[in-house]
């Protein structure tokens, strides 16, 4: 098994390429499409967005395995670019991680994190997280990484580590778990959570390994000059397409509701030239009626369109 459209080997290069990319969150094909568009060379799952946009609840461990999944070979379908999937705790123990590792793959996950909380989980930036021993969350890396072995070598698996943000945690007990979880044999390590720069840096000094820094939340708004030297691999921007996304429909429905047919008049006379104005064109209208030109017969075309009323390329 190669992996989808390559994509774990491409995502293997990226690691190796000792480069810091920025990695958007994304909830949907679409804004993983518009991601792709943007330049962006990957896309991470945000598993906070997607539990707001899919079933409007936060990210307490509410979406399951079968939905994330689901969502996920969406988004690998509809990009030519790396997807890292969030894994949440891999749903269970170890046995359960394995086959939360074998599902994500072969949705086209190129590479996916799974954290050590207690289940039900939370948003690793919210009060009240627990975690599971360092013992058991050993062993869950050490299960996904012969699972990922088994099938597709080139996945990156990524351990988050909660630690910091529990009751009583530090940034030692961040560093310790990390040398453990590197151990067990993943690829990259996510401190969740750390507090400033300088605990970042610990992170990058005591544990050898390339970092998932999550810039969001609790954790400092870094640069990514900042961060270029501090072996960061990933810088995660989970939730930024999410609520400029939600934010545009509010003010759309909102100002809709007094304007009615006079927004829309106006919107289309000030977003003539943007790229989703015309969205027949940007879902891809044109791209079907060239291989309906291409495969259907000639008098299936004709009837179908001859007199027709609609969109037309």
């Known amino acids: 098994m190669a992996g989808w459209k390559g994509m774990s080997r491409r995502f293997r290069d990226m690691l190796k390429s000792g480069r810091t990319f920025v990695q958007p969150g994304v909830f949907n094909a679409q804004s993983a499409q518009i991601a792709e568009k943007a330049g962006f060379e990957t896309v991470g799952v945000s598993g906070y967005s997607l539990s707001a946009t899919l079933i ?7 979406t399951t395995l079968t939905e994330v999944a689901q969502l996920t070979g969406y988004i690998c379908d509809a990009v030519n670019i790396p997807v890292l999937a969030d ?8 046995i359960n991680a ?25 948003c690793g930036h919210v009060s009240g997280k627990q975690i599971i021993t360092m013992d058991e969350a050993v062993g869950k890396y050490r299960a996904a990484v012969r699972t990922r072995d088994s099938l597709d070598k080139d996945v990156v698996l990524v351990a988050r580590c909660d630690a910091r943000g529990v009751a009583g945690g530090s940034i030692e007990d961040t560093i310790r778990r990390g040398k453990a979880y590197m151990d067990a044999g993943v690829d990259v390590f996510f401190p969740e959570g750390v507090t400033s720069r300088e605990e ?3 992170v990058a000094k005591e544990v050898s390994a390339p970092l998932l820094f999550n810039r969001t939340g609790v954790s400092p708004n870094l640069t990514l000059a900042d961060l270029n030297g501090l072996g960061v691999f990933l810088v995660a921007n989970p939730g930024g397409a999410m609520r400029a996304a939600a934010r545009g429909m509010w003010d759309y429905l909102h100002e809709f509701a007094r304007q009615d047919q006079a927004l829309d008049e106006r919107i289309k ?11 027949h064109a940007f879902v891809g209208f044109p791209d079907i009626w060239k291989l ?10 004709r009837r179908k369109y001859e007199g027709s009323i609609g969109f037309r390329p």
């Open 200 to 202: 970042l840096e610990r």
């Open 98 to 122: 394995m086959r939360t590792v074998e599902q994500l793959i072969k949705c086209g996950a190129a590479a996916m994190f799974i954290e050590d909380q207690v289940a039900p989980k939370r």
């Open 56 to 62: 409007g609840k936060p990210d307490v461990g509410l």
């Open 292 to 301: 309906e030109q291409e495969f259907l017969p000639k008098d299936d075309l």
């Open 87 to 94: 894994a949440d705790t891999g749903y269970g123990n170890a």
């Open 269 to 279: 006379r000030e977003q003539a030239d943007h790229p989703v104005t015309d969205m």
